[in-house]
Every structure is written in structure tokens, then in C-alpha cells.
């Protein structure tokens, strides 16, 4: 019998992963950091070679950057100790549970990344998320976001092999919860793109941004848009992000505009096309059949799909462009049907009922064989 060790590093991941263990098939029990065993000391010599340790330093580094908190010399060495001691104890754990599969929410967090690269010869993973489609699950056995396992080839859409309707419902979005109550709905110009704010802190800036570092550089490609193209650009801030911006609301004006308090579905289908580094709006957008312009890494980056930026000149010239980019239909509808009827697992997790945690089980056990 497969045995599966789930890492737990918040109260609602672990009562989500012991309801798979109680109500399914599954074998395994669930583990948090505190819960790893001692090390043994003959353990060292096999952790430090398989740990990049400047990477996960670095990007630890760089997130408390992202949050005005302290990264200097000594708080590296005390993580630098952290990330030793932490890593003997996932050996440890590794050792004594010996399990078939490793299972992880987001999979981003140092710990996380220290149990994959310990992780035996053989060892499967599994990464769970926030499904990609309302109202579903991720569960994926490379990665999240970026790194997920989503084909990238535009020829595995265009013969794709399944009957996909062309007549479908029109997507009906999740509206994200505020952290404050918000601004009301302005009237929108006729005519605009739409760039909606990601999180500053999120992994999906931090590690899979390459050249727009923040929200604050993303405001200034807008304004540039503006002023070089005579287009008008209306910017939504993330729902959840504790970041403010006060003095970007004073640099608007009637073509440089925020609109925090409208429904983003409504921003999607009354503007030109969506800019966007990588965030979910942009697959929201895809959803609602609206033109996509990415900034950053995103496993949508398709050729056909969306079209994609490396740069801010690039950006001005898919701008004038537009609207004579060369998308796909198809290939659109295609993506979109292999996410819904063979990626995503239907049913979100934080309401999950007895078949959501079937569904969940019958994925992982066909990807180990079992």
C-alpha cells in the first residue's frame, strides 16, 4: 500500500489532508515541522550536498526584503543555522516514515523545499493549490503556478484529440474577499485596458517576475502607456494585499485611472485586452475570452494563446498593435477544456464534500501506479 507524508504548515492544510487519510483510501498520516524527529548527527555529510543553500537563502532573503523587515548579515547566518538543523530533522523524518509520496500545499516554503531535495530516489510529489478554474483543486505532481505540469506546446491544443463544444456558458468568476471594506464602483471610460495589481509578497512576483519587481514599477509601465500611446489604463489593487498606495492615486487622472471598488469581471469584459505579469486574472480573462498580455512567467505563456512582453518597448508595440494580434480561437477553447475536463480537479477543497476527496485520491494513486 502506498504510504503518503503530508507536510503541514497551517491548521487548515492539516485538517484538509486528515480528511483525505479518514475518508478515502489513502494511507499515510500528516506531519508538521514541529512534529519531525530529532536528527542523528551521522545524518550531515548526506544533507549538505543535495540542499542548494545559497537559493533558498537568497530567496528567503528576498521576500523579507519585499516586507521591510531585516536581512543582514547575521539574520543570514541564524537562517543559514535554521535551514541546517530543519534539514537534519527532514532526513530524520524521511528515514523513519520511509513514505511513497510527499505531499505539500504551494510547495514554496523553505521547509517544503528541503524535504523535496532529501526526498529518496523514487519518492513521488504532490503539490496542492487553489484550483486554477472556479470551484476546483490543484493537485499536481511538479508544481504550482509556473511550475506546474501544464503542457506549453501550442500543437498539444491545436490536435488535441477530445470533442470540445464551441458553444459554452459564459464563465461566472469567484469574486476575491477584501481585506477592508472598499471605494464604490466608478463609471469606466469607453474604451481602456485593464491592469489588475498582483501581491508584492506572493511567490508569484517574488520568484516568476523578471523585470516588473512591484506594483509601483507596474503602475509606471501604465503611465508610460499612456503618455507614449494616448491609450487610457485603469488599474484594480489586489483585494488582499496589506500594501497601499496612496501617491499613485494622486498621479491619476481621466486616462490613468483605479477602480478598486469594480467587480473585476466586469473590468475584464468592458476592456480592450488585460495586462498582466502572471496573476489568475489573466486565466480569468482567458475564461471570458477577453486578449491577454503577460509580463512575467506564466504556465499560460502559450504562442497563440496570449501574447507575452520581456520588456517595456515590447510592451508599447503589442500595445499599438493590438487589436491585430495573432490569437487563436481554438487553440483558446482547447486550453481551456483540457484544464477543466483533465487538469483541475473539480470541487475546491475548503468545502469539499465525499467526492471532491475521491477525486483527489483516485488522481494521486493513477499517477503512482496504485
Known sequence: ????????????????????????????????????????????????????????????????????????????????????????RAQALLDQERPDVLAFWNGSHRYCRLLVALAPTGCRTFFFEN???????????????????????????????????????????????????????????????????????DSQVRLFSPWIRNMREMFALGERLVKETGLTVVFKEHPSSRETYPELHERCHERLLFANGNATQQLIEACQFVITINSTVGLESLLLGKPVLTLGQAFFNIEGLVMHADNAERVLELSRAFPKWPLDERLRRNFLHYLSEHYCIKGGWKNADRAQLQRVTDRILSKVGC
Open 1 to 88: 500500500m502506498t504510504k503518503t507524508l503530508f507536510i503541514s504548515l497551517a491548521k487548515h492544510q492539516g485538517l484538509y489532508f486528515n480528511r483525505l487519510l479518514s475518508e478515502t483510501e489513502l494511507q499515510g498520516k500528516v506531519v508538521t515541522p514541529q512534529q519531525m524527529p530529532w536528527p542523528r548527527s551521522l545524518l550531515i555529510s548526506r544533507v549538505v550536498s543535495r540542499i542548494d543553500w545559497s537559493s533558498l537563502i537568497q530567496e528567503k532573503c528576498e521576500e523579507r526584503r519585499v516586507k521591510n523587515k531585516y536581512d543582514g548579515l547575521l539574520y543570514r547566518l541564524l537562517l543559514r543555522l535554521e535551514l541546517f538543523w530543519m534539514a537534519l
Open 131 to 201: 484550483g486554477l478554474l472556479p470551484d476546483t483543486t490543484t493537485v499536481d505532481p511538479r508544481g504550482v503556478n509556473y511550475l506546474n505540469a501544464v503542457p506549453r506546446e501550442a500543437d498539444f491544443y491545436l490536435n488535441y484529440p477530445h470533442s470540445v463544444p464551441e458553444d459554452q456558458a459564459p464563465a461566472v468568476l469567484i469574486p476575491r474577499a477584501p481585506r477592508t471594506t472598499g471605494p464604490a464602483p466608478i463609471a469606466l471610460p469607453g474604451q481602456f485596458i485593464f491592469i489588475p495589481f498582483q501581491d508584492d509578497r
